[in-house]
T-cell receptor, first 114, second 115 residues
Framework: KAGVTQTPRYLIKTRGQQVTLSCSPI?????VSWYQQTPGQGLQFLFE???????NKGNFPGRFSGRQFSNSRSEMNVSTLELGDSALYLC?????????????FGDGTRLSIL | AQSVTQLGSHVSVSEGALVLLRCNYS??????LFWYVQYPNQGLQLLLK??????LVKGINGFEAEFKKSETSFHLTKPSAHMSDAAEYFC?????????????FGQGTELSVKP
């Protein structure tokens, strides 16, 4: 069974640009969550999607947004990039997102802002 | 609000020695708890999970963790460290109310294994 796939693996952008990251969950998984990982703040929850609906959102500005498609694939978008957005962005999937289900992570997209 | 505290951002052990990584959680009710490992340039891999079935949980690669409600702890142990265990370890809690798909992570503990 293929794992969670995130593309691209690396991205370099400049301040003010926007970026879109993609995540394909494990087959059969309908819940997709996104996290930001930085050395200073650690792993922080961005948002979660289930059946194309955002169910849960972390404490991030509106520049961070996402969506989910009918095949459960998800994208996240960051607009008006800032230097502080440099981070590893991780996507995770589970069957339904219930609290007792472990989340399975992709290898992440490393975003660098110049 | 629920939170997770990992004591010690860096732990160093000798190969063959006991590994003990500490995790304490803050929650008004017993939560669901997880340990993940992250190797350089990779995502997080699930080591084990506690979902109230048994207090001693066995995971992959010889790791286990014991849930102690009285101490609000979920420490990770391995009897004998291998060089391949060098990585960063994260303890996480999943709120057991309507907060689906959300994990709250500790700050992580980097494990070094000396030959």
């Amino acid at each position: 069974k293929a794992g969670v796939t995130q593309t691209p693996r690396y991205l370099i952008k400049t301040r003010g640009q926007q970026v879109t990251l993609s995540c394909s969950p494990i087959s059969g998984h309908r819940s997709v969550s996104w996290y930001q990982q930085t050395p200073g703040q650690g792993l922080q929850f961005l948002f979660e999607y289930f059946s194309e609906t955002q169910r849960n959102k972390g404490n991030f500005p509106g520049r961070f947004s996402g969506r989910q498609f009918s095949n459960s694939r998800s994208e996240m978008n960051v607009s008006t990039l800032e230097l502080g957005d440099s981070a590893l962005y991780l996507c995770a999937s589970s069957y339904t997102g219930d609290s007792n289900q472990p989340q399975h992570f992709g290898d992440g997209t490393r975003l660098s802002i110049l | 609000a629920q939170s997770v505290t990992q004591l010690g951002s860096h732990v160093s052990v000798s190969e063959g020695a006991l590994v003990l990584l500490r995790c304490n959680y803050s929650s008004s009710v017993p939560p669901y708890l997880f340990w993940y490992v992250q190797y350089p340039n990779q995502g997080l891999q699930l080591l084990l999970k506690y979902t109230s079935a048994a207090t001693l949980v066995k995971g992959i690669n010889g790791f286990e963790a014991e849930f102690k409600k009285s101490e609000t702890s979920f420490h990770l142990t391995k009897p004998s460290a291998h060089m391949s265990d060098a990585a960063e370890y994260f303890c996480a809690v999943s709120p057991n109310y309507n907060q689906g798909g959300k994990l709250i992570f500790g700050q992580g503990t980097e494990l070094s294994v000396k030959p």
